[in-house]
């Protein structure tokens, strides 16, 4: 390293010591960081250059203003829905309702429970050893409609006026179709109380047949149908 160089660096330090504590005192700041401000490093810029001529080359300290983090762009909640139970740190919450109206709520939703050819014979006949499957299955879902809440754990308890279970026997495919019915009037929606008992009416066919196979399967829980609410009416198509 030349003398020259040498020099220049020393007198740069002596610059730095010097007006950086009158920088300091000016804006209040209580300790050194190298995140000083952007407006403090360009006034120590014009220092230098007024001395030596010349601005000097990039530092760690950098020369250019601090880069803003991108804020993610979110659309209205009209056009992008979101989740409600979640809160801003993406933890589990549970919705608080108590600002929504009161309105009549009904949710309709179903499954299907393949039976298999000698297992729908037996139903249909009310051989299975366990008893009478379609009536045990509708009085289990009445009653899983009724635990909802217990069984799903951020789910309001809601006081149900009706629940409706309906089982039916579909030859084509040798199944049980599962319809159920949930009705109340308040200030959320009961269309997990629908499909709660739908599931439920299923896995009792299940409980109920499964001395006879073990290749029954339950499948196509789904809303059919919802009204009440702000969110109005909707259908499966």
């Not at 080359?57 to 991108?70: F, M, Y």
């Not at 429970?113 to 008893?131: M, P, R, T, Y």
Request: aromatic share 4%; proline share 5%.
């Amino acid at each position: 390293m030349s003398v020259s160089l040498l020099q220049k660096g020393v007198f740069m330090m002596s610059i730095f010591r010097s007006v950086l504590p009158r920088v300091a005192r000016s804006n209040g700041w209580r300790c050194f960081s190298t995140r000083i401000p952007y407006d403090n490093i360009a006034e120590l810029n014009k220092e230098m250059e007024s001395i030596f001529g010349e601005s000097p080359s990039p530092s760690p300290l950098g020369s250019s203003p601090p880069q803003q983090p991108v804020q993610p762009a979110y659309e209205d909640d009209d056009s992008q829905p979101v989740l409600t139970h979640t809160d801003s740190s993406g933890q589990a919450k549970m919705v608080d309702v108590s600002p929504k109206e009161d309105s009549k709520r009904v949710a309709i939703a179903s499954c299907r429970v393949l039976l298999g050819q000698k297992v729908f014979n037996l139903v249909a006949s009310n051989e299975i050893a366990k008893g009478d499957v379609l009536t045990v299955a509708k009085i289990a879902g009445i009653t899983g409609a009724k635990q909802t809440s217990n069984l799903i754990p951020l789910c309001h308890n809601i006081n149900l006026s009706h629940v409706r279970v309906d089982l039916i026997l579909n030859e084509e495919d040798s199944s049980v179709v599962i319809e159920g019915e949930a009705t109340t009037s308040g200030k959320t929606g009961v269309e997990m109380e629908a499909m709660t008992a739908v599931a439920i009416a299923g896995l009792t066919v299940y409980d109920m047949c499964k001395a006879a196979s073990k290749d029954i399967c339950i499948t196509d829980v789904c809303l059919q149908h919802k009204s009440g609410g702000k969110s109005g009416s909707w259908s499966r198509n």
